[in-house]
Structures are given as structure tokens and as C-alpha cells.
Nanobody, 119 residues
Framework: QVQLVESGGGLVQPGGSLRLSCAASGFTFSMYNINWYRQAPGKERELVATITSAGGTTNYADSVKGRFTMSRDNAKNTVFLQMNSLKPEDTAVYYC????????????WGQGTQVTVSS
């Protein structure tokens, strides 16, 4: 059974930090690119960060560049999103997503974890 389970969300004050984790099981994790998305109330889901299957390349949305860092541990089937200097506008549900296009398009989603940045 395929699973992506996010954890690490919570309530944090502006300027604070959180570290999200996404634990994968049921598929060959090392063959998938992993993305973090977020969705704030009343807004569309937004791509926040991406890491390639081997972990060699990361990309970030302009809104989080320099504050968020994504990494992965293929031995533990886990990805991380270190979020520093958090702002109220970072408040959203954060989702982990695994995708590959070869040999066919395959996409898995986690259930999400809530991040709230508020004083």
C-alpha cells in the first residue's frame, strides 16, 4: 500500500522555524522526484519546493527561496522541508507529492500537515 505521511507541522510565531518530514512506503522512493505543495484557505495549491530523485537538484518558489531548504534521505525513504524565518503568509496545509514520468506518469499524495504562523 502506497503511503506518504507528512509530519512536523504546528503553530509557530513569525520568525520561527519548523521542519516538516514526509515518510514514504509502498513504492520505490528513490526513483521519484518529490515535491512540497501548500494550500492556504481560499487559495490554489502552490508548488513550494522540488527535489530530484537522487537529491542532486532542488528548486524553490520565489516566495520561499533563501528561507526553506528541502532534502531527502533515500535510505530512510524520507524527505524534509526545513522552514526558517517563517511568515504569516506561510500559513497553509503542506502536502508531500511523489511523481515520476517514466515509464508512465505516476503521482502519489500525502494527506497534508497544517502549518500556522501567528503571534
Amino acid at each position: 500500500q502506497v503511503q506518504l505521511v507528512e509530519s512536523g507541522g504546528g503553530l509557530v510565531q513569525p520568525g520561527g522555524s519548523l521542519r516538516l518530514s514526509c515518510a514514504a512506503s509502498g513504492f520505490t522512493f528513490s526513483m521519484y522526484n518529490i515535491n512540497w505543495y501548500r494550500q492556504a484557505p481560499g487559495k490554489e495549491r502552490e508548488l513550494v519546493a522540488t527535489i530530484t530523485s537522487a537529491g542532486g537538484t532542488t528548486n524553490y518558489a520565489d516566495s520561499v527561496k533563501g528561507r526553506f531548504t528541502m532534502s531527502r534521505d533515500n535510505a530512510k525513504n524520507t524527505v524534509f522541508l526545513q522552514m526558517n524565518s517563517l511568515k504569516p503568509e506561510d500559513t497553509a496545509v503542506y502536502y508531500c507529492n511523489a511523481e515520476r514520468t517514466v515509464p508512465r506518469v505516476t503521482v502519489y499524495w500525502g494527506q497534508g500537515t497544517q502549518v500556522t504562523v501567528s503571534s
